[in-house]
């Protein structure tokens, strides 16, 4: 059985930094693109970020460019979402992902309906 289990999610100050994991069971990951997506209240779920299987190609979202960064260690099967310059506006659920097939979202891609694992998301409040 395939488990996404995130962590790290928080309360943080605007202009704050937080770090969220992705543990991946079940199966092994490291051949596949991994992504973050995030859903605030009364909003529909969006694309954050996403990494192709050895890590080379990285794919984001506008509004987080230049301030977030993803990562992933396949020794571990686990993928990383650094986050720095927090703003209010990130302030959602953030959902760790993986396709079920290798060739979906492969190159990283955003869209929704190439992900088939979700893990149970993680709060991350900015306040400001």
């Known amino acids: 059985q395939v488990q996404l289990v995130e962590s790290g999610g928080g309360l943080v100050q605007a202009g704050g930094s937080l770090r969220l994991s992705c543990a991946a069971s079940g199966r092994t990951f490291s051949s596949y693109t991994m992504g973050w997506f995030r859903q605030a209240p009364g909003k529909e779920r969006e694309f954050v970020a996403a990494?192709?299987?050895?890590?080379?190609?990285?794919l984001y979202a506008d509004s987080v460019k230049d301030r977030f960064t993803i990562s992933r260690d396949n020794a571990k099967n686990t993928v990383y979402l650094q986050m720095n310059s927090l703003k209010p506006e990130d302030t959602a659920v953030y959902y760790c992902?993986?396709?079920?097939?290798?060739?979906?979202?492969?190159?990283?891609?955003?869209?929704?309906?190439?992900?088939?694992?979700w893990g149970q998301g993680t709060q991350v409040t900015v306040s400001s």
């Open positions: 992902a993986a396709p079920m097939r290798p060739w979906s979202a492969n190159p990283p891609r955003p869209n929704t309906n190439e992900y088939d694992y």
């Open positions: 990494v192709s299987w050895v890590g080379r190609i990285t």
